[in-house]
């Protein structure tokens, strides 16, 4: 070996090494940060967890959302995977001069495959700088930062194949078909001696292994944190699919033996559990979820990407101040970043002004949490599958449980539910006179059903919209119309009925959503329900997916499910035709919360007559009406109404109906007409009433109080 190559040797080994020291050493200090939060539950369904990874990390799923960015994804992530063989093979070659991986006599088809893969990788690369920087993509950054990943790809590719270039030049080998790109590059230099293209080759060798583990120490402390904590968040994330709250322990005796006054919810960032952190640097910063947010749309201070991004970059400054790991390395080329100087003198002013900042208020704003209305779309956005509004429910757990602020009309609709079991505040007493408007129909309480010796099948929950709101009545009363028709034998509780509690937990409150869930569930068990039937996704998700946390069992429908099951059994018939197109709006907390999006077609499509047209924002992809996460009983005060925006989408594919499954959605829905002045020309109904139409006849125009 001649001294020159016994010196690169030498410079390769250090060079390498304190690359990968970096790289480990920055990815320490950031699980240490992560480990500052709360420890999370893991289940161990593996299975499923594996077969997210495949899905959504190699299956590209999510990203896929967006056809052209998701085309852009998946060549710069197979291609980067791929081509890390032609790196290894390049590094090779200048290790050991005209020499190569000894594949035989698959080499030359390895060496023309990586020079696909190369060109295939710098087509992406110009694709995503025209996204970004040429088409301006509002949720896409601009600026040197969001764009260095593009200078570090362009550089890695086009080194290795200039360097292969002037290898061919240096070894006299001659241009050839398997290394198209390269053999053009030798052209190029095809006046160089062998000393100069040998000084070439090294020059782009060098760039290439500086430019790789620069890549390499730059990735975990860069937004493209989520090459690493991305597969690691879709691998331990829980319950991703029905957006499940955690329950919060209320331990009475330990807070009264307490001196320090207790707080509920998050107030610091350390308060989030791992998971919830690990989603702070899983973040691709793609803006995909505030591209779809309805209250970021809708011209509110909200954008779910902002938050995550300011909770990520205050856990890394807090971080600092109590590991004392330098947040940016190599940490004397960083030495000027707040970070480093927290890191350097954790006991510090800056550190203790760190410390000192409030999460609400300082780092995200009240106005904020308080625009989410809870539907999930940036969940079903994100390609990391970051989970946003748990963490602004805990959050807003502590706005409402420790600091004791929400909106005042939010506040006095959880008052009225703790004292009258509605948000309204209308007597408990009067919950089951909605019956009353027409005593032909058979619709029995449990205490009646009781009396009579008779037993039934379902509970029917006619939740607080349908037993007070005059609008959502009809609906109640069109579902119970159904269920006699088809035989079905069912209860009500009446007068027992209390508020399920969505409202009240989505809200912050989460004390009196568990008073209210151990109350409910108490009546379940006396009366052995086995069956709950409603006509509110809301009701419907807590009761499937949240009770079963405080000891429910039981099967939980919502009335679509039901309707259809008794259309495909014959016992239901629709049979008059309703000559009108009907469009249908998704209730988040029907679809995205419970994947329920086929049965309200299933029975629209099989309506005589029904011209069923989508909306262009459907199933997974719809937008919320506006009404969830408790801001049904907010007023919305900046920007536009997201119900409006919702109610133009639907007008757009000129329907006679909009129909809905949701009397939340509905009555959203139908001020959003009004708004528009189309109430007169478009009718807006639940999938209930549209179905009772035909089989009984009924009118087309229902009344719409105002």
Same mark, same amino acid.
């Given at each position: 070996?001649?001294?020159?190559?016994?010196?690169?040797?030498?410079?390769?080994?250090?060079?390498?090494?304190?690359?990968?020291?970096?790289?480990?050493?920055?990815?320490?200090?950031?699980?240490?940060?992560?480990?500052?939060?709360?420890?999370?539950?893991?289940?161990?369904?593996? =299975?499923?967890?594996?077969?997210?990874?495949?899905?959504?990390?190699?299956?590209?799923?999510?990203?896929?959302?967006?056809?052209?960015?998701?085309?852009?994804?998946?060549?710069?992530?197979?291609?980067?995977?791929?081509?890390?063989?032609?790196?290894?093979?390049?590094?090779?070659?200048?290790?050991?001069?005209?020499?190569?991986?000894?594949?035989?006599?698959?080499?030359?088809?390895?060496?023309?495959?990586?020079?696909?893969?190369?060109?295939?990788?710098?087509?992406?690369?110009?694709?995503?700088?025209?996204?970004?920087?040429?088409?301006?993509?509002?949720?896409?950054?601009?600026?040197?930062?969001?764009?260095?990943?593009?200078?570090?790809?362009?550089?890695?590719?086009?080194?290795?194949?200039?360097?292969?270039?002037?290898?061919?030049?240096?070894?006299?080998?001659?241009?050839?078909?398997?290394?198209?790109?390269?053999?053009?590059?030798?052209?190029?230099?095809?006046?160089?001696?062998?000393?100069?293209?040998?000084?070439?080759?090294?020059?782009?060798?060098?760039?290439?292994?500086?430019?790789?583990?620069?890549?390499?120490?730059? &990735?975990?402390?860069?937004?493209?944190?989520?090459?690493?904590?991305?597969?690691?968040?879709?691998?331990?994330?829980?319950?991703?699919?029905?957006?499940?709250?955690?329950?919060?322990?209320?331990?009475?005796?330990?807070?009264?033996?307490?001196?320090?006054?207790?707080?509920?919810?998050?107030?610091?960032?350390?308060?989030?559990?791992?998971?919830?952190?690990?989603?702070?640097?899983?973040?691709?910063?793609?803006?995909?979820?505030?591209?779809?947010?309805?209250?970021?749309? *809708?011209?509110?201070?909200?954008?779910?990407?902002?938050?995550?991004?300011?909770?990520?970059?205050?856990?890394?400054? =807090?971080?600092?101040?109590?590991?004392?790991?330098?947040?940016?390395?190599?940490?004397?080329?960083?030495?000027?970043?707040?970070?480093?100087?927290?890191?350097?003198?954790?006991?510090?002013?800056?550190?203790?002004?760190?410390?000192?900042?409030?999460?609400?208020?300082?780092?995200?704003?009240?106005?904020?949490?308080?625009?989410?209305?809870?539907?999930?779309?940036?969940?079903?956005?994100?390609? &990391?599958?970051?989970?946003?509004?748990?963490?602004?429910?805990?959050?807003?757990?502590?706005?409402?449980?420790?600091?004791?602020?929400?909106?005042?009309?939010?506040?006095?609709?959880?008052?009225?539910?703790?004292?009258?079991?509605?948000?309204?505040?209308?007597? =408990?007493?009067?919950?089951?006179?909605?019956?009353?408007?027409?005593?032909?129909?058979?619709?029995?309480?449990?205490?009646?059903?009781?009396?009579?010796?008779?037993?039934?099948?379902?509970?029917?929950?006619?939740?607080?919209?349908?037993?007070?709101?005059?609008?959502?009545?009809?609906?109640?009363?069109?579902?119970?119309?159904?269920?006699?028709?088809?035989?079905?034998?069912?209860?009500?509780?009446?007068?027992?009925?209390?508020?399920?509690?969505?409202?009240?937990?989505?809200?912050?409150?989460?004390?009196?959503?568990?008073?209210?869930?151990?109350?409910?569930?108490?009546?379940?068990?006396?009366?052995?329900?086995?069956?709950? &039937?409603?006509?509110?996704?809301?009701?419907?998700?807590?009761?499937?997916?949240?009770?079963?946390?405080?000891?429910?069992?039981?099967?939980?429908?919502?009335?679509?499910?039901?309707?259809?099951?008794?259309?495909?059994?014959?016992?239901?018939?629709?049979?008059?035709?309703?000559?009108?197109?009907?469009?249908?709006?998704?209730?988040?907390?029907?679809?995205?919360?419970?994947?329920?999006?086929?049965?309200?077609?299933?029975?629209?499509?099989?309506?005589?007559?029904?011209?069923?047209?989508?909306?262009?924002?459907?199933?997974?992809?719809?937008?919320?009406?506006?009404?969830?996460?408790?801001?049904?009983? *907010?007023?919305?005060?900046?920007?536009?109404?997201?119900?409006?925006?919702?109610?133009?989408?639907?007008?757009?594919?000129?329907?006679?109906?909009?129909?809905?499954?949701?009397?939340?959605?509905?009555?959203?829905?139908?001020?959003?007409?009004?708004?528009?002045?189309?109430?007169?020309?478009?009718?807006?109904?639940?999938?209930?009433?549209?179905?009772?139409?035909?089989?009984?006849?009924?009118?087309?125009?229902?009344?719409?109080?105002?």
């Amino acid at each position: 070996m001649d001294t020159l190559l016994l010196i690169n040797w030498l410079a390769f080994l250090g060079v390498t090494a304190y690359g990968i020291f970096l790289f480990v050493q920055v990815v320490r200090t950031r699980i240490a940060y992560i480990k500052m939060g709360k420890k999370a539950e893991f289940d161990q369904d593996m =299975k499923q967890r594996v077969r997210d990874i495949l899905t959504f990390v190699f299956g590209q799923k999510k990203l896929l959302k967006d056809k052209k960015s998701g085309a852009i994804h998946v060549m710069m992530f197979y291609g980067f995977l791929l081509v890390q063989f032609g790196a290894i093979d390049f590094i090779w070659k200048g290790l050991a001069p005209d020499s190569h991986l000894p594949l035989g006599i698959f080499y030359p088809g390895f060496t023309f495959f990586q020079e696909i893969v190369t060109l295939t990788i710098l087509v992406a690369v110009v694709w995503a700088f025209y996204r970004r920087y040429i088409e301006k993509l509002v949720r896409l950054k601009r600026g040197f930062k969001a764009g260095l990943v593009l200078i570090f790809i362009a550089t890695l590719m086009l080194s290795v194949l200039m360097g292969n270039g002037a290898a061919i030049v240096w070894h006299g080998h001659g241009l050839t078909w398997t290394e198209p790109v390269a053999s053009m590059f030798a052209t190029a230099f095809g006046w160089m001696g062998p000393t100069a293209s040998a000084a070439l080759f090294y020059v782009m060798w060098w760039i290439h292994l500086f430019a790789l583990l620069s890549f390499l120490v730059y &990735v975990p402390q860069s937004k493209h944190a989520h090459l690493l904590a991305g597969p690691a968040n879709v691998f331990l994330t829980k319950d991703k699919k029905h957006g499940k709250l955690k329950k919060i322990d209320f331990d009475i005796d330990e807070m009264e033996e307490s001196d320090e006054e207790p707080t509920f919810g998050v107030g610091k960032v350390e308060d989030l559990d791992q998971l919830q952190l690990l989603d702070l640097y899983a973040c691709v910063e793609c803006g995909r979820c505030t591209d779809v947010c309805p209250a970021s749309g *809708s011209g509110k201070m909200l954008s779910p990407m902002d938050i995550i991004v300011k909770l990520r970059d205050h856990l890394t400054e =807090k971080g600092a101040a109590v590991t004392g790991k330098s947040a940016w390395v190599p940490s004397y080329a960083f030495a000027g970043t707040q970070g480093n100087q927290i890191a350097a003198d954790p006991n510090g002013s800056l550190a203790e002004q760190v410390m000192e900042k409030d999460l609400i208020g300082d780092v995200v704003t009240e106005e904020e949490l308080w625009a989410c209305t809870t539907c999930r779309n940036c969940e079903d956005q994100c390609p &990391v599958m970051n989970q946003h509004v748990d963490t602004i429910i805990d959050l807003r757990r502590y706005l409402v449980m420790t600091e004791g602020k929400m909106d005042p009309e939010a506040q006095r609709a959880m008052m009225n539910i703790e004292r009258q079991g509605n948000p309204w505040g209308l007597s =408990k007493k009067d919950r089951e006179n909605w019956r009353e408007q027409d005593e032909t129909l058979r619709i029995p309480t449990v205490k009646e059903m009781k009396k009579e010796g008779e037993e039934f099948e379902y509970l029917f929950w006619v939740s607080s919209m349908g037993s007070y709101d005059n609008r959502s009545q009809k609906i109640a009363m069109a579902f119970a119309r159904l269920m006699n028709k088809a035989g079905v034998k069912f209860a009500i509780l009446g007068n027992k009925e209390r508020n399920s509690g969505d409202t009240a937990r989505r809200l912050g409150n989460e004390f009196l959503f568990q008073e209210l869930a151990e109350k409910n569930i108490k009546e379940f068990e006396k009366n052995e329900v086995k069956k709950i &039937v409603t006509i509110d996704p809301h009701a419907y998700n807590i009761f499937k997916n949240e009770y079963p946390d405080f000891g429910f069992e039981g099967e939980v429908y919502h009335h679509t499910e039901l309707l259809a099951q008794l259309i495909e059994e014959g016992r239901l018939q629709p049979e008059q035709a309703i000559n009108e197109k009907i469009t249908f709006h998704d209730s988040c907390y029907l679809g995205r919360y419970n994947d329920v999006y086929n049965p309200p077609r299933k029975i629209l499509e099989s309506i005589p007559g029904v011209q069923y047209v989508e909306i262009e924002r459907n199933k997974e992809n719809g937008m919320c009406c506006g009404a969830g996460g408790g801001m049904m009983w *907010s007023e919305e005060t900046t920007g536009n109404r997201i119900n409006v925006a919702r109610t133009e989408q639907a007008l757009e594919v000129t329907p006679n109906t909009i129909s809905s499954a949701c009397p939340y959605c509905l009555t959203m829905l139908t001020d959003g007409t009004k708004a528009k002045e189309v109430e007169d020309d478009v009718t807006t109904q639940d999938v209930a009433e549209v179905l009772e139409r035909s089989i009984f006849g009924e009118p087309a125009k229902v009344d719409q109080p105002a």
